[in-house]
């Protein structure tokens, strides 16, 4: 069974950066696909960003792109999501989710395993 743990959530001010983790364990990390996810109060979870299994290619919502950046290090079997110029709409509880397929998706029920989210506000 994999266990995703995130960290790196928490209260920063708009235009602020922050980097979140995601670390895996129980399974074969370098053979699944990964991604990012959240869930704004009162809003359904939407996708945030993924990444193949060797890290060589990337998807991004319309929404974060050119402000974050998902990367992974399968040597530390751990996902990241670095998040730049943070804005009051990017405030949720993110989570990290891998798909044992080894497809990146945006759907979320392509997903098998997910963490337990970390939250990020972002004030304006």
């Known amino acids: 069974q994999v266990q995703l743990v995130e960290s790196g959530g928490g209260l920063v001010q708009a235009g602020d950066s922050l980097r979140l983790s995601c670390a895996a364990s129980g399974g074969t990390f370098s053979t699944y696909a990964m991604g990012w996810f959240r869930r704004a109060p009162g809003k359904e979870r939407k996708f945030v960003a993924a990444?193949?299994?060797?890290?060589?290619?990337?998807y991004y919502a319309d929404s974060v792109k050119g402000r974050f950046t998902i990367s992974r290090d399968n040597a530390k079997n751990t996902v990241y999501l670095q998040m730049n110029s943070l804005k009051f709409e990017d405030t949720a509880v993110y989570y990290c989710a891998a798909d044992r397929d080894g497809l990146p998706s945006m759907i979320p029920s392509d997903y098998n395993y997910w963490g337990q989210g970390t939250e990020v506000t972002a004030s304006s």
């Open positions: 990444i193949n299994k060797n890290g060589a290619r990337t």
